[in-house]
Nanobody, 124 residues
Framework: QVQLVESGGGLVQAGGSLRLSCAAS????????MGWFRQAPGKEREFVAA????????YTADSVKGRFTISRDNAKNTVYMQMSSLKPEDTAVYYC?????????????????WGQGTQVTVSS
């Protein structure tokens, strides 16, 4: 049983920083792509960033490029997303996702497993 557990969300002022964590368990993730998505009220789920567990190639949405950084810790089976220079429009529930055979990393439908989400609220 694959489990993805996010943590690290919270309330922060604009310009502040947060680090999200996604702890993965249940299988070997060496061939997986790990992604972060977000969903604001009334909006569709939006790709934020992704990383290939093997090799560490990263992909980042233009909307957060230069502000958000995705990384992984193989020993801890954990993926992180460091978020800096946060803006009110970054407010959303952030989800961690995992998929094994992914062609387009930005498409939610390509991912097999999802965490429960963690709320990030950025006040102005």
């Amino acid at each position: 049983q694959v489990q993805l557990v996010e943590s690290g969300g919270g309330l922060v002022q604009a310009g502040g920083s947060l680090r999200l964590s996604c702890a993965a368990s249940g299988r070997t993730f060496s061939r997986y792509v790990m992604g972060w998505f977000r969903q604001a009220p009334g909006k569709e789920r939006e790709f934020v960033a992704a990383i290939r567990w093997s090799g560490g190639s990263t992909y980042t949405a233009d909307s957060v490029k230069g502000r958000f950084t995705i990384s992984r810790d193989n020993a801890k089976n954990t993926v992180y997303m460091q978020m800096s220079s946060l803006k009110p429009e970054d407010t959303a529930v952030y989800y961690c996702a995992a998929g094994e055979t992914i062609v387009v990393v930005s498409l939610p439908a390509e991912y097999d497993y999802w965490g429960q989400g963690t709320q990030v609220t950025v006040s102005s």
